[in-house]
């Protein structure tokens, strides 16, 4: 018998839909690319790619962030970010994340983009901040498109008694941020499909590796 799920709050963000898809003319942030190549058995095919037009100087694209909240009486937390995303028709639960802006190394917009979107970091938080670890560049759909990303783990050391901060949104960004026990990751992710939402993959399958190391290795 399976265990009951957490409760989750619905999130506050109001009202958003897709009203519209129409195919682009002139595309300012993505390509769509025809691919000729040969297969292993020698036949040319043909395949369709769609591409980013905003990749940096390095080659990749953007950078997801495990950021490890460290307090000193309660369970390592890790933050999330709820948000409607118009592909995929509704509200997304996924880790903080952005593009990498040029001339950005994928350390530096991870501790960037860890502010703008959830608060932590900044001069409130100076020495409380560390990347402990930046994985390799991946994929992010490799049957469709050339988008690739990092993750940047980031340790946050918090202090008793601490607010949690106000993230730092631009103009038109609206972002709901739920800090999770990271042992309760899955378990609230799966709360969170329950209301209707999607978890996007790299979210889910990080935290469903948590959970089955806990499960099967502990």
Not at 77 to 104: M, N
Not at 114 to 136: D, N
Not at 159 to 186: C, F, M, N, S
Not at 203 to 212: E, K, N, R, S, V
Request: glycine content about 8%; some cysteine; proline content about 6%.
């Amino acid at each position: 018998m399976s265990a009951a799920l957490p409760q989750v709050k619905p999130a506050s963000l109001g009202k958003a839909t897709v009203n519209k898809s129409s195919v682009l003319d002139s595309p300012r942030w993505v390509e769509l690319r025809k691919l000729e190549w040969t297969d292993e058995d020698g036949k040319d095919r043909l395949w369709e790619v769609a591409s980013r037009k905003t990749t940096s100087k390095g080659g990749i694209d953007a950078v997801a962030i495990a950021a490890l909240l460290k307090h000193p009486s309660r369970p390592l937390s890790i933050p999330i970010i709820l948000q409607f995303r118009p592909p995929a028709g509704g509200i997304c639960v996924e880790l903080p994340a952005g593009l990498i802006d040029e001339s950005e190394t994928p350390e530096v917009a991870a501790v960037r983009e860890l502010l703008e979107e959830t608060g932590y970091g900044g001069e409130a938080f100076e020495g409380r901040i560390k990347v402990v670890e930046s994985g390799g560049t991946t994929p992010s759909d490799p049957g469709m498109t050339t988008a690739n990303m990092k993750l940047v783990t980031i340790e946050v050391q918090l202090k008793e008694g601490e607010e949690e901060p106000k993230a730092q949104l631009d103009e038109g960004e609206h972002i709901e941020v739920r800090v999770t026990p990271l042992k309760e990751l899955y378990a609230h992710l799966q709360a969170y499909e329950k209301l209707g939402y999607h978890v996007d993959a790299r979210l889910h399958h990080y935290a469903a590796g948590i959970d089955i190391a806990h499960r099967y290795l502990s």
